[in-house]
């Protein structure tokens, strides 16, 4: 699969637990943070953005977590179903200049593996 | 409405024949983008279209690669001549507008042989 060569950390729940996956950003300029889930053989799912004048979001099940203090941003997922076992990763991006690097900076991401 | 589309799913070629992707964004997304994920690496954007415009090209990795968005609607990435190192899994993303969320399509996996 994709991830063959990726050595990703690996967070192991027990179905119906929450949890949390950690990200560390790495520029303090970026104001714009998204999480994406992937599974095998797709591409990214968008979760769920947030901006940086918030330091938290809440979706269906999801929330997201946003310390600019310390670039840290988190994932929390409520009661996980077999269905949340996928690669999540964080992307960040910089306000819009014109002057390059438009893309997202993602990072390495963490595999979800749910329990039964 | 359907998400963003990408072809072929897989692609295997010999070093130094071409290799041409093509991504359809979501119908309305001005902003086209593309990224590419190499063996043990994490994604890494490409570049960046707003309509037929290109915005940022700084992620391309030489000038083996071009991409095209003639129109506005769909794009093309070709890769001439192809190296081994262009292994790897070619994705797009649209989005409406910048810094809004972008969707990805599933990717092409290219193989060079």
């Known amino acids: 699969g994709e991830s063959v060569g990726l050595h990703l950390p690996t967070l192991s729940v027990q179905e119906g637990d929450n949890s949390i996956i950690n990200c560390a950003y790495s520029?303090?300029?970026?104001?714009?943070f998204i999480w994406y889930k992937q599974e095998s053989g797709k591409g990214p799912q968008f979760i769920i953005d947030?901006?940086?004048?918030?330091d938290k979001r809440q979706g269906q099940r999801v929330t997201v977590l946003l310390n600019k203090t310390v670039k840290h941003l988190s994932l929390q997922i409520a009661a996980t179903q077999p269905g949340d076992s996928a690669v999540y990763f964080c992307?960040?991006?910089?306000?819009?200049?014109?002057?390059?690097?438009?893309?997202?900076?993602f990072g390495k991401g963490t595999h979800l593996i749910i329990q039964p | 409405e359907a998400g963003v589309t990408q072809f072929p799913s897989h692609s295997v070629i010999e070093k130094g024949q071409t290799v041409t992707l093509r991504c359809d964004p979501i119908?309305?997304?001005?902003?086209l983008y593309w990224y590419r994920r190499v063996m043990g690496k994490e994604i890494k954007f490409l570049l960046h279209?707003?309509?037929?415009?290109?915005?940022?090209e700084s992620g391309m990795p030489n000038n083996r690669f071009l991409a095209e968005r003639t129109g506005g609607t769909y794009s093309t990435l070709k890769v001439q001549p192809a190296e081994l190192e262009d292994s790897g899994v070619y994705f797009c993303?649209?989005?409406?507008?910048?810094?809004?969320?972008?969707?990805f399509g599933d990717g092409t996996r290219l193989s060079i042989l």
């Open positions: 993303a649209s989005s409406q507008d910048f810094n809004q969320p972008q969707h």
């Open positions: 520029n303090s300029a970026s104001d714009y």
């Open positions: 947030i901006r940086s004048n918030m």
């Open positions: 992307a960040e991006n910089m306000p819009y200049s014109g002057g390059g690097a438009d893309g997202l900076t």
């Open positions: 119908s309305g997304h001005d902003n």
């Open positions: 279209f707003v309509k037929e415009s290109k915005q940022d």
